[in-house]
């Protein structure tokens, strides 16, 4: 009796299911560590500062565009600039046939907040923002917002940068009722300066500074 060439290759079942298994938890870990990954990194600045942590782990040495580079072959190096991107790079063995580049944005749209931000009117706190990217802004009405950047301090007399992450509900920019606005559905020109404004509180200003100093 003849056995084909399928039959042959045939993976064994209980290794088949084996590899399935294997497949299954290796994808999962990676979703989990792709999902960790961006709940650290709200803002460019928290993404170069997770990476540079990745690549110090790996063995990577930091270079400094203030001082020379001392590169040697087989070495692993990156550098960082405005603390908001990052560059590694390999120093092949011997000479190179090829090189390959890899590249991604650290920043996304969002809403910037300007300096002295807190806007007190009519009873309630807004943050004066500006657009920062290209953005679909309908979507960012009526949903639970906070703040994550970068601030600088003075501490003893010298200014420092410190990260920054509010990881809790904070803002909202709200949308008008529909009965005081009833052209809501008729398509809208949103203007960032006016119609953006997010909400943090009721009351004086004072308190959305307050809260990025006892995030620090």
């Known amino acids: 009796q003849e056995a084909s060439m399928t039959d042959l290759l045939k993976v064994p079942s209980g290794a088949e299911q084996d590899m399935k298994t294997a497949n299954t938890t290796y994808s999962e870990s990676l979703?989990?560590?792709?999902?960790?990954?961006?709940?650290?990194?709200?803002?460019?600045?928290?993404t170069a500062h997770t990476i540079r942590r990745v690549l110090l782990d790996a063995g990577y040495e930091e270079l400094f565009e203030a001082f020379p580079w001392h590169l040697e072959a087989g070495g692993r190096y990156f550098v960082m600039r405005a603390e908001s991107s990052i560059i590694s790079f390999r120093i092949p063995h011997g000479r190179p046939s090829g090189f390959m580049i890899a590249a991604s944005h650290s920043d996304s749209p969002s809403f910037k907040i300007k300096t002295n931000p807190e806007i007190a009117r009519?009873?309630?706190?807004?943050?004066?923002?500006?657009?920062?990217?290209?953005?679909?802004?309908?979507?960012?009405?009526?949903?639970?917002?906070?703040?994550?950047?970068?601030?600088?301090v003075q501490e003893d007399g010298v200014f420092k940068t410190k990260l920054v992450n509010v990881d809790r509900d904070l803002l909202m920019i709200p949308n008008l009722a529909i009965h005081m606005d009833r052209t809501a559905n008729d398509g809208h020109k949103y203007n960032a300066q006016t119609d953006m404004e997010p909400i943090i509180a009721q009351g004086e200003a004072g308190q959305f500074m307050k809260t990025i100093a006892e995030a620090c």
């Open 31 to 46: 979703q989990q560590e792709l999902l960790q990954f961006l709940q650290n990194c709200p803002s460019a600045f928290h």
């Open 122 to 152: 009519e009873g309630y706190v807004r943050l004066n923002v500006e657009r920062y990217g290209g953005m679909l802004m309908a979507p960012w009405f009526d949903r639970p917002l906070s703040a994550a950047g970068r601030i600088i």
